[in-house]
């Protein structure tokens, strides 16, 4: 009979999508306001890998990767993507007006994590390497961590795959390294 192995807390990741400057500030506030304190965040890379968002955000987006200094639960992470879709509306064009009109997002909320051996995003949509957390969400492997650095598996979008991306979230897998350390001591 197998033991069960609860995991470690993990560290939060979330990806910030928008092309107004000023959102971007408005977004850290707000899920520093849930998280607690950033202690992580990359440069901005351009989104320029599709154009899934192109209709509804417009041109010119930029993405950006923040982690937390406080650690979580991983299975917080239906909830945790659940209110990212909240939030996002917060930010939309039209929002709160009667008249039946198409709300557009302004900002893509995009939560995940990693662990020692793995970066995980959360998502609405299905797919064949997506496995389904609850509530309507699902999550993938997106990275996994081997022979010293993460690596992108044959699904794994564009942008998570820029030595940008790779470096930054090996900075962050070390952070969380000494963190778990202190934790399991």
């Not at 408005?26 to 202690?39: E, P, Q, V």
């Not at 406080?70 to 659940?82: G, S, T, V, W």
Request: net charge positive; glycine share 6%; hydrophobic share 35%.
């Amino acid at each position: 009979m197998g033991k069960i192995v609860y995991p470690n807390q993990v560290k939060l990741i979330f990806s910030i999508i928008s092309n107004e400057d000023n959102l971007f500030h408005d977004a850290k506030s707000l899920l520093k306001m849930h998280f607690g304190n950033i202690d992580m965040e990359s440069d901005y890379q351009l989104f320029n890998y599709t154009n899934y968002y192109r209709n509804e955000m417009g041109d010119g987006l930029k993405q950006k990767l923040i982690s937390f200094e406080k650690l979580f639960n991983p299975e917080e992470m239906f909830q945790i993507k659940l209110d990212s879709n909240e939030w996002e509306y917060l930010f939309c064009e039209n929002r709160g007006n009667n008249k039946p009109v198409e709300v557009k997002r302004k900002i893509n909320f995009d939560p995940g994590y990693i662990s020692l051996d793995k970066f995980i995003l959360a998502s609405t949509k299905n797919g064949p390497a997506r496995i389904y957390i609850g509530k309507g969400i699902y999550a993938e492997i997106t990275l996994r961590f081997v022979n010293g650095t993460f690596h992108p598996l044959e699904w794994t979008y564009q942008n998570y795959k820029t030595e940008l991306y790779i470096q930054f979230l090996n900075q962050v897998r070390d952070r969380y390294k000494q963190q778990i350390k202190k934790i399991c001591n």
